[in-house]
């Protein structure tokens, strides 16, 4: 299993970026897929998780509204698209697949700031 996140990178506060997730060693349409960020000295926290389909998404509540989670199982590819973007959004991003393990991505800063 391998996933890598790409896309991150400085953006100012109210500003906009999309992450990239690309899957591969599993049956990525087979699985819900799920973003989690870590800001310095804090726990990695959830973010938002998709289902296999891609019918159904659930996000944090502190990022409800502004992030969108979607996904391309032609392209084993599942995207985090992050609009309005605040300070306290820094952080690194992973993504997440659960299936015999747990796996996940080597992660993509993204710092908002002005």
């Known amino acids: 299993v391998q996933l890598v996140e790409s896309g991150g990178g400085l953006v100012q506060p109210g500003g906009s970026l999309r992450l990239s997730c690309a899957a591969s060693?599993?049956?990525?349409?087979?699985?819900?897929m799920s973003w989690y960020r870590q800001a310095p000295g804090k726990e990695r926290e959830w973010v938002a998780t998709?289902?296999?389909?891609?019918?159904?998404?659930n996000y944090a509540v502190s990022v409800k509204g502004r992030f969108t989670i979607s996904r391309d199982n032609a392209k084993n590819t599942v995207y985090l698209q992050m609009n309005s973007l605040k300070p306290e959004d820094t952080a690194v991003y992973y993504c997440k697949h659960i299936g015999p393990g747990v796996y996940w991505g080597q992660g993509t800063q993204v710092t908002v700031s002005s």
């Open positions: 060693g599993f049956t990525f349409s087979s699985y819900m």
């Open positions: 998709i289902t296999s389909t891609g019918g159904t998404t």
